[in-house]
T-cell receptor
Framework: QKEVEQNSGPLSVPEGAIASLNCTYS??????FFWYRQYSGKSPELIMF????GDKEDGRFTAQLNKASQYVSLLIRDSQPSDSATYLC????????????FGKGTRLHILP | EAQVTQNPRYLITVTGKKLTVTCSQN?????MSWYRQDPGLGLRQIYY???????DKGDVPEGYKVSRKEKRNFPLILESPSPNQTSLYFC??????????????FGPGTRLTVL
């Protein structure tokens, strides 16, 4: 069973600081990595995707991928109270119809 | 507006009473999927469909049925609901242009309670 692991949290970060969310995955063949944000009771929405090793920046968000170590992270700079949500890491499973496997999510709480 | 719609949004029913949750997307996506989300268990895939008339089991298919007669619709059917199917359900769709790894768009969710 392919797995995607995340710390469930809650992760508490002061407003204005950098929030760092981590995710590890078990399938070495995975090539596509996604971060979704989910507010309580709402549907997940895509924050970022990354396919290549290294960093990918989009505004206050940076995704980091290290395939050798099988981890992907999401950094949120200048954290805002509106960033308080659950963040889901998702990874493709190339030998299982390429379906997407979701982690259980990390709850992030930005302290005003 | 590009969107995935689900109906109903909230449903309370009793054990054994057949129900259908509808899902429709207007983005001409080939791929559609149903997930359930439970506290501490995350998102778990129930069924998915790569195209019309093509459906496959996900990780937790027991007690559910799906059909894909039209590209835009992917209803989830519970023939005989049981209390352990009380959950928050999400439908999602995705283009297969980039392979199955394209972004998934989620519907607003259906909160189902089975008494």
């Amino acid at each position: 069973q392919k797995e995607v692991e995340q710390n469930s949290g809650p992760l508490s970060v002061p407003e204005g600081a950098i929030a760092s969310l981590n995710c590890t995955y078990s399938d070495r063949g995975s090539q596509s990595f996604f971060w979704y944000r989910q507010y309580s009771g709402k549907s997940p929405e895509l924050i970022m995707f990354i396919y290549s090793n290294g960093d990918k920046e989009d505004g206050r968000f940076t995704a980091q991928l290290n395939k050798a170590s099988q981890y992907v992270s999401l950094l949120i700079r200048d954290s805002q109270p509106s960033d308080s949500a659950t963040y889901l890491c998702a990874v493709n499973a190339p030998f299982s119809d390429d379906k997407i496997i979701f982690g259980k999510g990390t709850r992030l709480h930005i302290l005003p | 507006e590009a969107q995935v719609t689900q109906n109903p949004r909230y449903l309370i029913t009793v054990t054994g009473k057949k129900l259908t949750v509808t899902c429709s997307q207007n983005m001409n996506h080939e791929y559609m999927s149903w997930y359930r989300q439970d506290p501490g268990l995350g998102l778990r895939q129930i069924y998915y469909s790569m195209n019309v008339e093509v459906t496959d089991k996900g990780d937790v298919p027991e007690g559910y049925k799906v059909s894909r007669k039209e590209k835009r619709n992917f209803p989830l059917i519970l023939e005989s609901p049981s209390p352990n199917q009380t959950s928050l359900y999400f439908c999602a769709s995705s283009s297969l242009a980039g392979g199955l790894t394209d972004t998934q768009y989620f519907g607003p969710g259906t909160r189902l309670t089975v008494l």
